[in-house]
């Protein structure tokens, strides 16, 4: 029994492994769809901001679950980002977590 534990726990650990985001990606997708909104760094573009009424928040802040919401579904008047699929998203979420 011993050696089938082990030959799971292992496959577990190698498939999680294959499955991790990447911060390079995400930030290539930060870059193509999120940037111009929100900032080189997450904390929002002014311009942006003013003209469209809002008060960007830094999106750094925001829970990986609120993030993956609001890429797919859009927050207030920001509209779903139909370019980002969820592996993207995570890549994405991967980015700005080294940002901080």
């Known amino acids: 029994m011993r050696p089938i534990i082990t030959i799971l726990i292992l496959a577990i650990a190698v498939a999680s492994t294959g499955m991790a985001a990447d911060p390079a990606a995400g930030k290539a997708v930060y870059e193509r769809a999120c940037k111009s909104c929100h900032g080189p760094d997450g904390t929002g573009n002014p311009a942006i901001a003013k003209a469209m009424k ?26 779903p980002v139909s370019s980002v699929n969820a592996a993207q998203t995570e890549d994405m979420i991967a980015y700005l977590r080294s940002l901080k």
Request: aromatic content about 4%; charged content about 45%; glycine content about 8%.
């Open 54 to 79: 809002v008060e960007l928040k830094d999106i750094r802040k925001s829970s990986d679950a609120d993030l993956k919401k609001s890429v797919a579904e859009g927050w207030g008047k920001m509209k």
